[in-house]
């Protein structure tokens, strides 16, 4: 191993076994199977887990990636780095339990990442769609309005940037601890865990295309969603943290930019 962490009870598997062989033993319930990653939620001692096994991308894929102006996915390092960044920044996310990576060869580098499960049986984006049709709480949605704008805030201020920001990877789950919480329906206040962080990008600073590429991606996801033009304003000043005259008087190419980007992407789903 080039490197490895774990804590109980996989610092005692490990330190015994091959983790890439242990982990290739289990047995659960297979979420992705790619060549170059694959995703499996299994139990231990009573507990469930989700581990992230990554492959050798190859020198193609590396310089696809590298010709398109993209840093290239390598290794788990990517998402344990930025799951530590936003729990610095105060963000509600994964919590990682062991990680290691095998390799110096960036092509055929092996590594891996196990996150504890995040009780939940809800993403947003299960809740847009549910609501399609329905009447909405406006309580409710002015809530998860104010907290989505409010993580995202969080993330972009500590200078990560996602690059997969759409509601599906934001978990409903059980409120513990610090950190925002929303109702839903006559359930107890539950808080949202932002989650699938593999290809996020982590700067002192997040570039203006990134924060476009972002905030688009999140507007396209939230076309599913019953929500009006004041939501979406609602949005824009809890994101930005100001009053909302000021936001749209300083600040219209930006966010015209932020629009035009979901709609393009909603036009090219529809074409798929």
Request: some cysteine; hydrophobic content about 45%.
């Amino acid at each position: 191993m080039t490197k490895l962490f774990a804590s109980p009870p996989f610092a005692e598997i490990f330190a015994r076994e091959d983790p890439f062989l242990w982990l290739a033993r289990q047995d659960g319930e297979l979420f992705r199977d790619a060549p170059a990653r694959r995703t499996l939620r299994f139990e231990l001692a009573g507990k469930a887990y989700f581990v992230k096994l990554h492959g050798g991308v190859g020198w193609r894929e590396i310089l696809k990636n590298l010709l398109s102006l993209r840093l290239p996915v390598l290794d788990a390092r990517q998402e344990k780095d930025a799951v530590a960044a936003l729990i610095a920044a105060e963000v509600p996310t994964l919590d990682v339990v062991a990680w290691g990576v095998s390799g110096r060869d960036p092509a055929r580098r092996r590594s891996f990442l196990i996150t504890r499960e995040i009780a939940s049986d809800a993403t947003l984006d299960d809740l847009a769609r549910r609501a399609q049709g329905q009447a909405v709480g406006v309580v409710e949605k002015r809530r998860l309005v104010g907290e989505v704008a409010e993580l995202v805030r969080r993330m972009h201020a500590a200078g990560i940037n996602h690059r997969d920001l759409y509601l599906v990877h934001f978990l409903l789950g059980a409120a513990v601890g610090r950190g925002p919480a929303v109702e839903v329906g006559d359930r107890c206040s539950r808080r949202l865990h932002l989650i699938d962080l593999h290809r996020a990008g982590i700067r002192p600073r997040v570039p203006r295309r990134w924060l476009i590429k972002d905030l688009g991606s999140l507007h396209f996801s939230a076309m599913a969603a019953p929500l009006t033009a004041r939501d979406r304003l609602r949005f824009l000043r809890a994101y930005r943290a100001r009053p909302l005259r000021a936001v749209l008087a300083e600040e219209g190419g930006f966010w015209r930019a932020v629009e035009r980007r979901g709609q393009r992407l909603w036009h090219a789903a529809r074409q798929a």
